[in-house]
């Protein structure tokens, strides 16, 4: 995987998500930064919805990066964890629904493996 394949915007993303995570487990920054700092994150999300409808569903970079983003996000709360931190708004290990999302993205990116393997058979 070449840096030529890393979007921008998912670096963005990811780094928001931090941020995001650790405003969470450590609610020591004030709410409204938190706020600020979420409203920024749906913005993002959404132009990246709009904008980044051309991008090719059968890229094996996507999936690699994909698998990176999950493992990343459960190593940082797992970190955040250890380190004492606790989440105000329930994203944790016992929530039942971070498994069923962590699931469907699991089942999205195999999907997309299973679609990258049968087109490269071809």
């Not at 915007?9 to 004030?30: E, G, N, W």
């Not at 999936?63 to 709360?77: A, R, T, W």
């Not at 250890?82 to 498994?99: A, C, E, P, R, V």
């Amino acid at each position: 995987m070449h840096l030529k394949h890393i979007n921008p915007m998912r670096i963005i993303v990811t780094l928001y998500i931090t941020i995001l995570l650790i405003f969470d487990y450590f609610p020591v920054i004030s709410l409204e930064i938190t706020k600020i700092f979420t409203w920024i994150f749906i913005a993002i999300i959404i132009v990246s919805i709009i904008f980044g409808r051309k991008k090719v569903k059968d890229n094996i970079n996507e999936v690699i990066i994909q698998i990176f983003i999950n493992i990343y996000v459960i190593f940082l709360m797992g970190l955040l964890t250890i380190l004492g931190g606790k989440s105000t708004l329930g994203i944790s290990f016992d929530n039942g629904f971070f498994w069923i999302i962590f699931l469907l993205s699991f089942f999205d990116i195999f999907s997309q493996w299973k679609k990258i393997k049968k087109v490269k058979k071809h």
